[in-house]
């Protein structure tokens, strides 16, 4: 029997996470014959993905999401209520996607081309459109780091004191004077299970994951939580990824690349998977209307976006600990589609312009000069 790598598919994926996976997925649904390619295609994924409810994709099954909850809270140090849905996928979600008319290759990618994927340990997968999805495979530049424990929903109800959820806690005792801030994120991902986690949203260098670890025990001991009881093996989540993985130009990538290495990733805020799903389908019909990709993928909306989002991470990272709070306040005090316009519209260049220009009326007027000018600075990475 010939080998089915030898034939010329429609579509080529490298990579099988969940972006990669995704549009495997919804390629063949669409009836094109489709190759995805990983070294191990069918290993677990762990990480917990979260995302704004709203962001999901309608096509997403049902069983992908493991938990929501219609409102999420933020502490920065004042109390603002986030009336948006808010979902955790299930540790299984990728599962969803399932692959029965897909050509599932085991094999480490080496030369990745335009249509053509050499393998180190077989022979090539050709293909007319191949798209890499390989994910933010550098830890270089500007990073997110977290450390976590999964606790019993009982222990963790004192950090949420009555909310569903809380997105960021910016609160401590010594306001970040001379250091780096962290906050904590609560969020439940099942009935009974509640993810704690300290996290530095952005750094260059980020704060390390055993500081961050140091900074959860600290944190939650003030508040009556003994987190240490719970840290085995599989109750714990560290965290360490590229905020800026696409690049300045992800449009220009050849071959395409679709996910967090594809420049999906918010780089102000480090969340990707909704967005890549999100996209997916305009990837595929593309393919199917015979048009070019990247361009589908990045409209002169989107790759404006793009760029502002990189220089709001950049304005972000000249503010201190204090400055870095006082940011967040401002920016959950102002009207809720100005909030879902910067976070979410990935192509509403008018809207992200008009979510920046007012954050810079909410803040403070030295903390507003402070952002406009690392806003208008051009970052280095």
């Known amino acids: 029997m010939a080998d089915p790598r030898l034939r010329r598919h429609d579509l080529a994926v490298v990579g099988a996470g969940p972006a990669g996976r995704a549009l495997a997925h919804r390629a063949a649904r669409a009836g094109l014959d489709v190759a995805l390619i990983d070294r191990a295609p069918h290993r677990p994924w762990r990480a917990t993905y979260s995302a704004w409810t709203d962001e999901l994709p309608t096509w997403l099954d049902p069983g992908a999401v493991e938990h929501a909850v219609p409102s999420i809270a933020v502490y920065s140090p004042g109390r603002h209520r986030i009336d948006r849905g808010y979902s955790v996928l299930s540790e299984t979600f990728v599962d969803t996607l399932t692959l029965d008319d897909v050509t599932v290759v085991a ?14 340990d077989g022979p090539p997968v050709v293909a007319a459109t191949v798209v890499d999805a390989r994910g933010a495979m550098s830890t270089a530049g ?4 977290a450390y976590g424990v999964f ?11 009555g909310d569903h959820a809380v997105l960021m806690d910016w609160r401590s005792e010594h306001g970040w004077a001379g250091g780096q801030p962290s906050f904590l994120y609560v969020v439940p991902v099942s ?5 704690v986690e300290e996290t530095c949203l952005a750094g260059d260098p980020a704060i390390g994951v055993g500081d961050l670890r140091t900074r959860l025990h600290r944190r939650l001991a003030r508040s009556g939580v003994d987190v240490g009881g719970y840290e085995s093996d599989d109750a714990i989540e560290r965290v360490h ?14 071959p395409t690349t679709h996910g967090a290495a594809g420049g999906l990733m918010h780089p102000a805020t480090g969340y990707s998977v ?14 199917v209307g015979g048009h070019d990709v990247g361009e589908a993928l990045w409209p002169t909306g989107a790759r404006g976006v793009h760029a502002l989002r990189r220089r709001g991470l950049n304005a972000l990272l000249q503010l201190d600990g204090p400055s870095t709070v006082a940011f967040f306040d401002a920016f959950f005090a102002m009207p809720p589609e100005r909030q879902r316009a910067y976070l979410s519209g990935r192509d509403d260049l008018s809207g992200v312009m008009a979510a920046m220009m007012t954050m810079a009326w909410f803040a403070r007027p030295r903390l507003g000069l402070r952002v406009a000018r690392g806003a208008t600075a051009l970052p280095r990475w």
């Open 107 to 120: 094999g480490t990618a080496g030369h990745v081309a335009a249509d053509r994927v050499e393998l180190a």
């Open 142 to 145: 500007p990073a997110q780091t």
């Open 151 to 161: 606790l019993p929903a009982a222990a963790a109800e004192p950090l949420l004191d």
């Open 191 to 195: 009935a009974g299970r509640v993810l």
């Open 241 to 254: 990824f590229a905020l800026t993985a696409g690049g300045a130009r992800p449009w220009e990538h050849r």
């Open 274 to 287: 909704a967005s890549s799903l999100r996209w997916t389908d305009t990837v595929v019909e593309a393919l």
